[in-house]
């Protein structure tokens, strides 16, 4: 039996599946099926006015059964049904509340002395009521059927008052009422479960679809990461190559110093001492030091500002910068890199703009335009000029426009640019995630806007806007 259920579409092979949707069925709409079963109870005690015209004499006691069934069965059952630990059982009392007046009516037409004359129209009636109102399945309805007919057909073989031929016209038209009706609750039935396995389908696809997603922006998250650090192990290499530079002009300085000191040592202890070369030499270890001291700055310049610059990429903290020291800081952190390829930089920017904002995210997006262009402006070997120019457009907004003379971008690649993982270069490879790492910079934590423009041959120009503090929202976690 199920098997032929599963295969007319009215019974799912899945029983998780199959319970999820017998519990959406039968207790959807409660308060509607609450009221249509108070309509009904209603109803079938004021048919009490049919038994009074049928048989005066016999309508107090059908009344009185049909109060009973009013009183202890459908109200009762009615007001169990808006319990929440009665839901699961559902189906189970709208049969009952089904079964219960259907069997009784058999017996009131037996109590009337013209009852079964006219059993088939009020039959039909509750037949009607049965399979329209209430969220009845096939299987349901069915066991309805045959409880209730086979109590009709019971109750009318003890009918001594009916009509010749009514027998058979009863048993005909109750009997087409309950094909009609089975036939209304299965398609009914069938189409619920067509929309429900449409929803399921749905839901899965959908959860599918959000894994996916997840799993997708937590690769992403994993890649924006790797390509972050990549940057910074770019500034890295250009900060090292740079701090050599000092420090190793210190190291052979303070070995000169040390050979001089050592010289004078033994000039001094053989107590042939002339004034003029103990000037020269002091004048010469003084020199050292002041060489030593000079390429000692420089390199704790270095490190301090690219220590800033590693902190500020790696943190995300709101705090408050004047942007021209703040970019002078950012920029002796990245010359090295843009001086080894061959390249100028120059930074123009009026004092006293203060930006309240990321400044980890800016020193990102500064970073990420100027690698890019590094990267994608220059054919090996040419070198060219960057720019970046920053102004203060309005009393809220702060304007980075960045600026290269490289080779441009074409036309048909401009609108995508920003998209996740395009790039011209993936076989020399670049994941296409710097512009992209810009773009949700700015757009997100800096609240800001990013335009491109671009002529092949003539450069490319980035434009930055953003505001000078930003706004708190309520979500937005910081």
């Known amino acids: 039996m199920s098997t032929l259920l599963i295969r007319l579409g009215l019974r799912f092979p899945n029983p998780a599946d199959e319970h999820a949707f017998v519990a959406r069925f039968t207790q959807r709409d409660v308060w509607r099926t609450q009221a249509a079963m108070l309509l009904g109870a209603l109803i079938y005690c004021t048919f009490g006015i049919w038994d009074w015209i049928l048989d005066p ?7 009185a059964i049909r109060l009973a069934v009013g009183g202890f069965v459908l109200l009762p059952l009615t007001g169990l049904l808006g319990r929440h630990s009665a839901q699961p059982w ?7 509340y089904c079964v219960v007046p259907g069997c009784v009516l058999s017996i009131i037409y037996l109590l009337l002395e013209p009852g079964f004359d006219h059993a088939a129209a009020g039959m039909i009636i509750v037949i009607l009521f049965v399979s329209t109102l209430l969220p009845l399945r096939l299987t349901s309805l069915a066991i309805f059927c045959v409880v209730t007919w086979a109590c009709f057909v019971l109750c009318e073989a003890f009918a001594v008052h009916e009509r010749a031929g009514m027998r058979f016209v009863n048993n005909f038209e109750i009997g087409i009422a309950y094909t009609l009706s089975l036939y209304a609750v299965g398609a009914r039935e069938y ?37 972050k650090l990549a940057s910074l192990g770019q500034l890295v290499a250009g900060v090292a190559h740079e701090i050599n530079t000092p420090l190793g002009l210190a190291l052979t300085t303070s070995t000169t110093i040390e050979d001089d000191l050592r010289q004078l040592g033994h000039t001094i202890a053989s107590g042939q001492v002339r004034r003029s070369e103990l000037d020269r030499r002091i004048a010469r270890v003084n020199a050292g030091l002041r060489l030593v001291f000079a390429n000692l700055t420089r390199a704790a310049d270095l490190v301090q500002s690219f220590k800033q610059v590693a902190i ?64 994608h402006a220059f054919p090996e070997g040419r070198s060219g000029r ?5 102004s203060r457009p309005a009393a809220d907004e702060v304007r980075l426009v960045f600026s290269d003379d490289g080779v441009g971008i074409p036309a048909e690649d401009l609108p995508k640019v920003f998209d996740p993982f395009f790039t011209t270069r993936r076989a020399r490879g670049s994941t296409g995630l710097g512009l992209h790492i810009v773009f949700n910079l700015v757009a997100g934590s800096l609240q800001g806007q990013i335009e491109v423009a671009s002529t092949v041959g003539r450069g490319t120009t980035f434009t930055v806007t953003l505001p000078t503090r930003l706004v708190q929202l309520e979500s937005q976690e910081v």
């Open 191 to 227: 189409e619920a479960r067509h929309r429900f396995r449409m929803d399921l389908a749905l839901r899965r696809a959908l959860d599918r679809s959000e894994k996916m997603l997840a799993d997708l922006r937590d690769a992403q998250a994993h890649l924006v990461q790797a390509e």
């Open 90 to 96: 559902a189906e189970a009392i709208h049969l009952a």
């Open 312 to 375: 500020d990429q790696t943190i995300e903290e709101q705090r408050s910068i004047e942007l021209q020291p703040w970019l002078a800081e950012l920029v002796s952190t990245l010359e090295p890199l843009v001086r080894r390829k061959g390249h100028s930089f120059q930074v123009q920017c009026a004092k006293g703009i203060i930006l309240d904002s990321y400044p980890g995210a800016l020193a990102q997006v500064i970073s990420n335009l100027i690698l890019n262009a590094i990267v």
């Open 386 to 390: 960057l720019g970046l120019v920053v």
């Open 57 to 63: 004499q016999a309508w107090t006691t059908t009344l």
